[in-house]
């Protein structure tokens, strides 16, 4: 009983998903900011519509920001919590200031197409952990963003 943590999975494996978990949460923070500087520099005709649009995905990845985090901790490791780590683990990289809303848009779905691959693979290590929690988290969001990822796409689809 001493390799399983308190909520009986194996500490190893547990720590192999911290730290995975903890690469998302890079994502998602760097995801989270560029997404906030979009919506305060959108200009054009759309303005209006994706103003909005960009404050509903942050808004959303803010919670996710902290649903993350918080299950670090349920794994009993701590998140990791400094721009400057974000900076160096995430897959996605610093926006400049976007203002045109097409440009911004094919950012959002190349961050939803690294978010969404680590995912998948944290998928796989909590099935492998038996790791429920952790699963169904990632299995929502997953869920969750491909519907995203298809309508931001019919947004940037010049056919």
Known sequence: MSDLNNIGLEKAESKELAGKLNEL???????YQNTRGYHWNIKGDDFFELHVKFEEL?????????EVAERILTLDHSPNHRYSGYIE?????????????????????????AIITLQREILELSDEAGDEGTNALMSDYIREQEKEVWMYSSYVDDK
Do not use: C, H, M, W
């Not at 942050?58 to 902290?66: E, G, P, R």
């Not at 683990?89 to 197409?113: C, D, H, M, Y």
């Open 89 to 113: 683990k995430s897959e996605i990289p610093e926006s400049s200031q976007v203002s045109n809303g097409k440009t911004a848009v094919r950012e959002i779905l190349e961050a939803f197409k």
């Open 25 to 31: 949460l890079a994502n998602y923070s760097i995801f």
């Open 58 to 66: 942050y808004n959303d990845l803010l919670v996710k920001i902290d």
